[in-house]
């Protein structure tokens, strides 16, 4: 089963415009993080936002905000007022257990998110 | 700030030939994984060191070997290349013990030819 899953393989978003990119996640293990990547076409992958699964407040930086919805293993990001800057393939990826467990991340297959002037 | 260092950035191979990767992470970060991502796909996990000592591994192929050194950077040994091994390699880079976020190198880029 996919342990992480990004329904989007490509959006559109206006500039100016707030945009979410949706991710859903499975995992039994109570404690894990999510985090998003940004990786534009020069491919370097650019960590934006994390969330750990005790987190009580959804993450924020700067224009990039993470709406964490636990009971339903959700974790979209959200970007406000988009820039022709942010047009890139976004992946969402999970890290599983702390201390001794596993820490290996799992990434989804991303979603290509073009902003349009 | 610094960050993930890898080189080189881009290398091309033939076939079966042997390359090495490299990889110095954020000082002070006790974990160290390599992911590989071939044209259009998402990073897939291959390995990971904590604390010089492999702490997981993933689809790593037996071709592959890694290791971890007393001065933390890490190296991605790779023999009898494939084409298929053509892919963005990274490395990233956390504290274990301080919990935080994984950051990642600009990638070295392998093209077999």
């Known amino acids: 089963a996919q342990k992480i899953t990004q329904t989007q393989p490509g959006m559109f978003v206006q500039e100016k415009e707030a945009v979410t990119l949706d991710c859903t996640y499975d995992t039994s293990d109570p404690s894990y993080g999510l985090f998003w990547y940004k990786q534009p076409s020069s491919g370097e992958m650019i960590f934006l936002i994390y969330?750990?699964?005790?987190?009580?407040q959804n993450a924020t930086e700067g224009r990039y905000s993470l709406n964490f919805q636990k009971a339903r293993k959700s974790a979209n990001l959200v970007i406000s007022a988009s820039q022709l800057g942010d047009s890139a393939m976004y992946f969402c990826?999970?890290?599983?257990?702390?201390?001794?467990?596993?820490?290996?991340?799992?990434f989804g297959k991303g979603t290509k998110l073009s902003v349009i002037p | 700030a610094a960050g993930v260092i890898q080189s080189p950035r881009h290398l091309i191979k033939e076939k079966r030939e042997t390359a090495t990767l490299k990889c110095y992470p954020i000082?002070?970060?006790?974990?160290v994984y390599w992911y590989q991502q071939g044209p259009g796909q998402d990073p897939q996990f291959l390995i990971s060191f904590y604390e010089k000592m492999q702490s997981d591994k993933g689809s790593i192929p037996d071709r592959f070997s890694a290791q971890q050194f007393s001065d933390y950077h890490s190296e991605l040994n790779m023999s009898s290349l494939e084409l298929g091994d053509s892919a963005l390699y990274f490395c990233?880079?956390?504290?274990?013990?301080?919990?935080?976020?994984?950051?990642f190198g600009q990638g070295t880029r392998l093209t077999v030819v």
């Open positions: 969330q750990g699964s005790y987190d009580q």
């Open positions: 000082p002070r970060h006790d974990t």
């Open positions: 990233a880079s956390s504290s274990r013990r301080r919990n935080t976020e994984a950051f």
């Open positions: 990826a999970m890290r599983e257990g702390t201390g001794a467990g596993s820490y290996q991340l799992t």
